[in-house]
């Protein structure tokens, strides 16, 4: 991930590509072919890296990650869109509260 950003009734924050590197920061996908991925990152509020396995899908213009968190099976849905090697995938937060943008680049 080289830039994300949020969006709440306060204003749209974003953290470039610069900022994450200075904080050791790292969100790094990697899609198969076959329909699987892995995550790995250490920009979630748990210290330390995590990386989370699961299924991915597209449907229109939806990615679809099917992984387990804990002992929860979720769906996380994001809207997709691919310009130029770049992967923008945003959602808004289970309250709707909150829109996330994370941004990409093709290794």
Known sequence: MFEYSWTNDQGKQVTTEDQIKANGGITEYVFTDDGNFKLTSNMAESSGTTTYEG???FEENKL???MKMGEELIDLVW????KDNILNLSR???DGSTIIVNSFRKK
């Open 55 to 57: 299924t991915w899908k």
């Open 64 to 66: 679809i990650l099917k």
């Open 92 to 94: 808004s937060s289970p």
């Open 79 to 82: 809207s997709a869109e691919l």
